[in-house]
């Protein structure tokens, strides 16, 4: 082994092939990382609880060959909303201090089945996903590797910024509208959300059922196949997730793009979007087109009403996803004394576990949900929903395709919206969409603005057509240099 080569900065595939080559051993990959986090986690803040549970190595300093299972030695970090058995998940909410669950999550049971170490310290997120920049963790905010006075993105805040800084060699998130593609755009990572009942949501603890799929954060879109080859498919603990057969993504990487036909949304290039952000898309397009691509702009005309659509389904659904935290069966449980304790118990468990955003979201839902105006919200907003989903379909009949910008702005000041909702809920506006018509969609590194901040290139596809969006994204990363970029912490 080059001693001079640190392994954490290196991919899956690269570390699986020093592995098949006994050049190094699982245990090498740890020290690497533990090095690396105990060097730069004091000021990126990506992990969460690192005082309580040590970063163990393993014991059985496996040289692979030793072992037949294919990932044998990889470690992989996981969000702190995916469930570990007997060990710490709590959605980064003071509601689920000290939750240990009983069961692994069907991803983390499939990747332990191809033999990858799953790293017992999580990453640090938005409490119960709620949010565009990792500040409404009850554990605090993580910070851009890139440039520390600013948010990763959110909610998988954590997942990217961890990915980007070396200190996970890649990671699992979820995105409901957004949450794994934006901080991967934020922190210059690949980030993808897969087809809505692609991934089992089996152990993910619900933000908005509907909406949420588990999702991959890697250094370049050949450990995106790989890791989806690993966590995609039917599983019968999730009736949503789909029963189809799950290809060899990394087939889908052959370099080849020549005929693909691409549509440009006129309806994501519009005043309001940073002048840089909007350059830089522009020449990624125009490199995709050297490349081979056929790219024509096409309309999503339902574009404008997805922010308030989600927003309402979101949180109805958020509101009763989390009527379970009622201090009887998990985590935080606050004693009340008087007449009526049981109540007063739960109000107080719920008054003081919660975080500001999430109660917001827990008020703006039941609202939504409430008697004499389910109709003129919920409802209304399930329709328009469709006529979402029928955009996409319309484009999707002639197009392969569709490329936008991940969001309309790089990675915005630690404090700059935190105190102004709506602001924060803007930023969501190009990811959204691709959640509530379910379908999936990647964000690639494809330039830095002027500051030194990473912007992200969305790719999206039909229903089941990962290969198309991976086959594109990396064609685009094998002719550039992005990808290969690394904060100077
Ligand atoms: N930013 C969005 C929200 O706050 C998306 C979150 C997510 O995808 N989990 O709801």
Redesign the pocket.
């Known amino acids: 082994m080059d001693r001079t080569e640190k392994l954490n900065t290196l991919t899956a595939n690269a570390l699986l092939d020093k592995l098949n080559q006994r050049e190094i051993s699982c245990d090498n990959i740890l020290s690497a990382l533990n090095e690396r986090i105990s060097q730069v986690d004091p000021k990126v803040k990506a992990y969460v609880r690192t005082g309580t549970v040590p970063f163990k190595t393993t014991d059985d300093l496996a040289l692979r060959g030793q072992s037949p299972l294919p990932l044998t030695g990889i470690p992989i970090s996981i969000k702190d909303n995916i469930c570990t058995e007997g060990n710490n998940t709590e959605c980064c909410s003071k509601i689920l201090e000290g939750f240990k669950p009983p069961y692994d999550a069907t991803v983390i049971s499939k990747l332990k089945k191809s033999g990858v170490h799953i790293f017992e310290t999580k990453l640090n997120m938005?409490e119960f996903?709620?949010?565009?920049s990792t500040e409404n963790s009850c554990f605090g905010a993580t910070h851009n590797p890139w440039d520390l006075e600013c948010v990763p993105g959110?909610?998988s805040g954590g997942s990217a910024a961890a990915v980007a800084a070396d200190e996970a060699i890649w990671a699992l998130g979820?995105?409901?509208?957004?949450?794994i593609r934006?901080p991967a755009s934020f922190c210059g990572v690949v980030g993808l959300k897969p087809t809505y009942g692609r991934v089992s949501r089996y152990g993910l603890i619900a933000?908005a059922s509907s909406l949420d799929q588990i999702g991959t954060l890697t250094k370049d879109v050949r450990d995106c196949a790989l890791l989806m080859n690993i966590i995609s498919g039917h599983d019968p603990y999730d009736s949503t997730s789909v029963d189809a057969p799950v290809p060899d993504y990394s087939q889908s990487l052959t370099g080849d793009i020549k005929g693909i036909k691409v549509g440009v949304p006129k309806e994501y290039f519009v005043k309001g979007m940073d002048a840089e952000v909007k350059t830089i898309v522009e020449e990624a397009i125009k490199k995709l087109e050297t490349l081979g691509v056929r790219q024509s702009q096409v309309s999503l005309p339902h574009t404008e009403y997805a922010v308030p659509v989600y927003y309402i389904l979101?949180t109805a659904e958020a509101s009763s996803n989390l009527a379970r935290f009622d201090g009887v069966q998990y985590g935080l449980r606050k004693k009340s004394g008087g007449d009526n304790a049981m109540i007063g118990m739960y109000k107080k468990t719920r008054g003081e576990g919660f975080g500001e955003e999430t109660k917001r979201r827990i008020l703006l839902g039941t609202f939504a949900l409430s008697h004499g105006y389910y109709d003129a919200y919920y409802l209304r907003a399930l329709k328009v929903r469709t006529l979402i989903k029928q955009d996409f379909d319309r484009v999707f009949a002639d197009f392969d395709c569709i490329v936008t910008p991940t969001s309309p702005t790089p990675a915005f000041k630690i404090g700059e919206r935190a105190q102004d909702p709506l602001s924060m809920?803007l930023s969501?506006i190009y990811t959204?969409s691709v959640?509530l018509a379910g379908i999936p969609a990647i964000s690639i590194p494809c330039g830095f603005t002027k500051k030194g901040l990473p912007v992200g290139l969305q790719i999206l596809a039909r229903p089941f057509s990962e290969e198309a969006i991976l086959r594109v994204a990396h064609a685009y990363e094998q002719a550039t240099e992005w990808h290969k970029m690394r904060p100077n912490l």
């Open positions: 938005d996903a709620f949010g565009s959110g909610s979820s995105d409901t509208g957004g949450s934006q933000f979101a809920y969501d959204i959640n």
